[in-house]
């Protein structure tokens, strides 16, 4: 195996020196790409010692010595020979850079060429980590496929306390390890997964919903793909991206496009918080304003995962619940009534809430009420790990 490191130019680049010894004692094979702004905090003589690899900063510096590359492509040829392309750390200019799609450095044109998965390790002072353009820029790459490894919260260089350092060399070391290991292992396999909310008209210009982003359900979607499968998504209305995504609006029209494109799925994960209730009618015209005490009379919509859980037929099935409260209990419940193999369940409510948010803490259990508890991680993150239990089934 091996990878691409990229560092840029910030003060935990010293510890990718660290980085790059505990990835060849897992006999992964590690070329260097530095910064400018890196070769400030470490010198590259460093990195071609510890990796015995040509260290690459220069774009235009030509056929080189020590490459493994004959001509000017290096950039190129490079970044299809390599299995992952890890940037840690990663500065708020490189991640603005990198998010942008600039191509200005030798990293930030290797990162456009890339067709390996991404991983982004940021490192940061902490009012630098919250500005929001650093986190709009994180968004950016997450939306692209990007996986991030958060920073951890602790005492920074600048003598700050908050989130923005780096995150353990020991967590960056296995997360890339557990994706190299698990890199194609959805190759040959349909995933089919839903997201987001639903909508039910109240009349023509009004409607109910839910606080449902769909950012769990994409997350999934993006994991998916990069492990190989092949994805069909399915989205009530949300703001993000997705090749692949049959755009839904009612529950009804979910269920429909979940049916049609169901027979030939391996595994179904419905990340998706369709309304169970929409109004008994729909009003032809607007609801005047002076209409006192409106009731909206609303009946149940067809349970899509209940639907699913009767024709099983040796798929995978993986519900949700968001709950407010007793979540094990009314969790582990809808898991046997629905004949789901998985449930993952969040919290929706509280500071812990799922909902709209970029974080995700939640509790898996299988079908032998086996509980698997998952801190509070990105929802990339969370999506992996319900894709590793989705691939133990497989098997
Ligand atoms: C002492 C020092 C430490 C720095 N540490 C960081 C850091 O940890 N994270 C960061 O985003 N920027 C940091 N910076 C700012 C970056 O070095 C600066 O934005 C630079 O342009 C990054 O260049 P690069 O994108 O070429 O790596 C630091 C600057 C100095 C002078």
Same mark, same amino acid.
């Given at each position: 195996?091996?990878?691409?490191?990229?560092?840029? #130019?910030?003060? &935990?680049?010293?510890?990718?020196?660290?980085?790059?010894?505990?990835?060849?004692d897992r006999a992964v094979d590690v070329v260097v790409l530095m910064t400018k702004g890196a070769t400030q905090f470490v010198t590259p003589l460093t990195f071609r010692a510890l990796?015995?690899? @040509?260290? $690459? %900063?220069?774009?235009?510096?030509?056929?080189?010595?020590?490459?493994?590359?004959?001509?000017?492509?290096?950039?190129?040829?490079?970044?299809?020979?390599?299995?992952?392309?890890?940037?840690?750390?990663?500065?708020?200019?490189?991640?603005?850079?990198? &998010?942008?799609?600039?191509?200005?450095?030798?990293?930030?044109?290797?990162? %456009?060429?890339?067709?390996?998965?991404?991983?982004?390790?940021?490192?940061?002072?902490?009012?630098?980590?919250?500005?929001?353009?650093?986190?709009?820029?994180?968004?950016?790459?997450?939306?692209?496929?990007?996986?991030?490894?958060?920073?951890?919260?602790?005492?920074?260089?600048?003598?700050? $306390?908050?989130?923005?350092?780096?995150?353990?060399?020991?967590?960056?070391?296995?997360?890339?390890?557990?994706?190299?290991?698990?890199?194609?292992?959805l190759e040959g396999r349909k995933v089919l997964v839903t997201a987001g909310p639903t909508i039910e008209d109240i009349d023509p210009v009004r409607y109910i919903s839910n606080r449902?982003?769909?950012?769990?359900?994409?997350?999934?979607?993006?994991?998916?793909?990069?492990?190989?499968?092949?994805?069909?998504?399915?989205?009530?209305?949300?703001? %993000?991206?997705?090749?692949?995504?049959?755009?839904?609006?009612?529950?009804?029209?979910?269920?429909?496009?979940? %049916?049609?494109?169901? &027979?030939?799925?391996?595994?179904?994960?419905?990340?998706?918080?369709?309304?169970?209730?929409?109004?008994?009618?729909?009003?032809?015209?607007?609801?005047?304003?002076?209409?006192?005490?409106?009731?909206?009379?609303?009946?149940?919509?067809?349970?899509?995962?209940?639907?699913?859980?009767?024709?099983?037929? #040796? @798929?995978?099935?993986?519900?949700?619940?968001?709950?407010?409260?007793?979540?094990?209990?009314?969790?582990?419940?809808?898991?046997?009534?629905?004949?789901?193999?998985?449930?993952v369940i969040n919290s929706a409510s509280g500071p812990d809430s799922a909902f709209d948010s970029d974080m995700n803490h939640a509790t898996i259990i299988d079908k032998s009420g086996?509980?698997?508890?998952?801190?509070?991680?990105?929802?990339?993150?969370?999506?992996?790990?319900?894709?590793?239990?989705?691939?133990?089934?497989?098997?």
């Open positions: 195996m091996k990878i691409a490191l990229g560092v840029s #130019g910030g003060i &935990a680049c010293y510890k990718s020196a660290e980085i790059v010894r505990r990835l060849q990796s015995g690899n @040509k260290v $690459y %900063l220069d774009l235009f510096e030509g056929p080189s010595s020590g490459s493994d590359f004959e001509g000017a492509f290096d950039h190129i040829l490079l970044a299809q020979s390599i299995h992952l392309f890890l940037i840690a750390p990663a500065t708020a200019d490189c991640i603005a850079r990198l &998010a942008a799609g600039l191509a200005d450095d030798f990293l930030t044109t290797f990162h %456009l060429a890339v067709a390996a998965p991404v991983v982004v390790a940021p490192a940061m002072n902490t009012r630098m980590w919250e500005h929001a353009s650093v986190q709009e820029n994180l968004k950016t790459l997450v939306g692209r496929g990007v996986r991030i490894i958060d920073p951890e919260v602790g005492q920074m260089a600048c003598r700050t $306390y908050g989130p923005g350092r780096l995150a353990p060399v020991e967590e960056i070391v296995d997360y890339v390890m557990a994706l190299l290991q698990r890199s194609r292992d449902s982003s769909g950012k769990m359900g994409f997350a999934i979607a993006h994991a998916a793909r990069n492990r190989g499968a092949q994805v069909v998504l399915v989205s009530g209305p949300t703001e %993000l991206d997705f090749p692949n995504t049959i755009r839904v609006r009612t529950t009804d029209e979910m269920r429909r496009a979940v %049916l049609q494109n169901v &027979a030939d799925a391996d595994a179904v994960i419905k990340a998706a918080a369709p309304l169970d209730f929409r109004p008994k009618s729909v009003a032809a015209q607007k609801i005047k304003k002076k209409t006192a005490n409106l009731v909206l009379d609303l009946e149940p919509t067809v349970d899509i995962l209940k639907e699913l859980g009767g024709h099983k037929n #040796g @798929k995978v099935l993986v519900g949700f619940a968001a709950e407010t409260e007793n979540h094990l209990k009314h969790g582990l419940e809808k898991l046997k009534a629905k004949n789901l193999d998985l449930i086996k509980t698997e508890e998952i801190p509070s991680v990105s929802k990339e993150i969370m999506a992996d790990k319900i894709l590793d239990r989705v691939v133990q089934l497989l098997k």
